[in-house]
């Protein structure tokens, strides 16, 4: 195994990328469009599927804004990084975030059985404060965001490295791609096209993985021997320069990104109720396979001694490189450009589906209530466009997202104790909740500016359930959770 | 085309079959109670129910990945997984019926 065979396949043309892309979003295209016709009557239907989405498409939907195609890109480059214990690292806190919300999403749902968005609960919960509120819409807008931009750029090296289409081209289709067929349907179309995009994730990767594996000789005997040989550390689970150098921070930035992301509290209040808790279950145990299948590309690149200067100097791109240059079919080449395209659709749809229930429910209804359900609709469909448009005039512009990553790292994490006390503790109060995500914010951030990332996380998280709980303890007053699913009722059923 | 690649291509082709299976009766079920306004009620149990299955998940994916460092045969179990993850889907559609939900 010498890198030096490692080969760029050929046909590879940006034709072939862009037919791809867009083939990809005319099939989805026509599916939004029958769904819209028939399943979508108005904005209830449009953000929430009149919460009628069963198993099968909860648990295809919530694997799917799960799998982002950075992920999927990620679970490689953290083996080929760090070997089994980056792929442990990575893999097994990824499918825990999800089962995680099954405890708040079955209370929530019993408790507040109408409901749309997270900050529509807080504003419930903390006495129609628009501070606290506003705090968490705040901080979901900033996620989705976030979400919509690293999956633009995932698809944008994937595009370019494989078939070396300019960056800025692959991201603009990406955009008016997904949200041509997104804008139609709303959460039934993002759902129904999410759970083919499982598909396509999951059956086409297992062929590709093991064909990489066949084009081996000794196949993955020889991959075994070659880093075992090379470094046998990178065989085991128990390097803890993983757990150290990413591993606990990430768990904890996972957990909140599950836990506070209107993306999956919109499946949460989607969902058939029987079926909320099992969807989220399901969900967690079947995501768990999609990474460590990708992860053995990882080890592939291992064994063929790559090194980050080969595959471009960034890391992510080992798992592209290995399936363009190790001389696959082409036919199996365009399957893994599916899966990675498929990662991507299916998480800016989710997440763009996400930011019109908090538009039309946590901006629009709140502020403005006597808007008509017409002019609501067409707001609703309208918020998915900008939300996109944002998006990728900040990739295109070559911006320097960082100051974004850190705000949304900040927001999310500062907000994931309080929420999860808010939920379960009746003696949450307002001053606690706002109170410690402002708290931990300015201290945490302070001493993660210091002292790294691992103590800076670890002291927003601590500091915000500490805050929460003094006050708590403090005030003697309890809230009737009994009050939720009747306080303020929002009516979007046209 | 070795062997395995084709069982490989077999299994996926089954786990495929499952999936459109499901996907075709979920989208049957979704089509014929969209409109439907009924009020569900939660029978799923309680949450305490579900805290074996998250922990035999997480222990089962460790395990997984650990073994992939042991013998390089469970190098394979991440592909093997992941058609199951796929079959799965499909089998979730089947095993919830919209009908016995209402009160």
Not at chain 1, 187 to 215: E, K
Not at chain 1, 395 to 424: C, E, H, Q
Not at chain 2, 33 to 39: F, G, L, P, Q
Request: hydrophobic residues 55%.
């Amino acid at each position: 195994m010498d890198k030096a065979q490692l080969v760029v396949s050929p046909h590879l043309t940006q034709g072939l990328g862009l037919t791809l892309m867009i083939g990809c979003g005319l099939v989805f295209l026509v599916l939004a469009y029958v769904i819209k016709t028939k399943l979508v009557r108005n904005t209830h239907d449009f953000i929430i599927s009149n919460r009628r989405i069963g198993l099968g498409f909860g648990v295809g939907a919530i694997v799917s804004v799960w799998t982002w195609a950075m992920a999927v890109m990620m679970s490689s480059a953290m083996t080929f990084q760090w070997g089994l214990s980056g792929l442990f690292w990575f893999v097994v806190p990824n499918g825990f975030a999800i089962m995680a919300v099954v405890p708040l999403a079955k209370v929530l749902r019993r408790r507040m059985p109408a409901g749309y968005t997270i900050s529509q609960f807080i504003f419930n919960r903390f006495e129609q404060s628009r501070v606290a509120s506003g705090v968490v819409t705040v901080t979901m807008i900033f996620g989705i965001l976030l979400e919509i931009l690293i999956n633009l750029k995932g698809t944008a090296v994937v595009m370019s490295t494989v078939f070396t289409i300019d960056w800025r081209l692959a991201t603009l289709l990406t955009v008016a791609v997904v949200l041509a067929y997104s804008y139609f349907g709303g959460l039934w179309t993002s759902v129904m096209t999410g759970t083919i995009n499982t598909w396509m994730i999951t059956v086409p990767s297992a062929i590709v993985v093991v064909a990489v594996l066949g084009l081996i000789d000794g196949g993955a005997t020889a991959v075994f021997d070659k880093v075992a040989a090379a470094d046998p550390s990178k065989l085991s689970v128990f390097n803890t320069d993983a757990a150290a150098g990413f591993g606990v921070t990430l768990a904890f930035g996972l957990l909140a990104a599950t836990v506070a992301d209107q993306t999956f509290w919109q499946k949460v209040w989607a969902i058939r109720p029987s079926q909320v808790g099992r969807s989220f279950l399901w969900a967690g145990v079947l995501f768990y396979p999609i990474p460590i299948c990708f992860g053995v590309l990882g080890l592939v690149g291992l064994a063929y001694g790559l090194t980050p200067a080969d595959v471009g100097g960034d890391i992510v791109a080992v798992g592209p490189y290995i399936i363009s240059h190790i001389g696959l079919p082409l036919v199996l080449i365009v399957a893994y450009v599916l899966a990675i395209l498929a990662a991507c659709y299916s998480t800016i749809d989710g997440a763009s589906s996400a930011l019109s229930s908090i538009v039309a429910v946590d901006i629009v209804k709140r502020y403005a209530p006597k808007t008509s359900e017409s002019r609501l609709f067409y707001i609703t469909k309208l918020s998915m466009l900008l939300g996109g448009i944002i998006a990728a005039v900040i990739v295109l512009s070559g911006a320097d997202f960082t100051s974004l990553v850190l705000t949304t790292y900040a927001l999310k994490t500062s907000v994931l104790m309080p929420l999860i006390l808010a939920i379960l503790w009746p003696r949450t109060n307002t001053l606690g909740f706002v109170g410690g995500i402002v708290l931990s914010i300015l201290i945490g951030m302070t001493l993660r500016a210091e002292y790294g990332e691992l103590v800076g996380t670890l002291s927003i998280v601590a500091i915000s359930a500490a805050v929460v709980v003094a006050a708590g303890l403090a005030s003697r007053r309890s809230f009737d959770m009994g009050d939720l699913g009747v306080k303020q009722a929002v009516n979007l059923e046209g | 085309m070795s062997m395995l690649f084709i069982l490989f291509l077999a299994l996926g082709a089954l786990a495929t079959i499952l999936f459109v299976a499901g996907y075709v009766r979920g989208t049957r079920a979704a089509l014929a109670s969209y409109a439907d306004d009924t009020v569900e009620v939660d029978d799923s149990g309680d949450v305490k129910t579900y805290w074996w299955s998250i922990a035999l998940a997480v222990l089962g994916a460790a395990l997984a990945i650990g073994l992939a460092g042991v013998h390089p045969l469970f190098i394979y179990a991440g592909p093997l997984m992941v058609l199951v993850t796929a079959a799965g889907i499909g089998l979730a559609f089947f095993l919830d019926d919209p009908a016995k939900a209402r009160p």
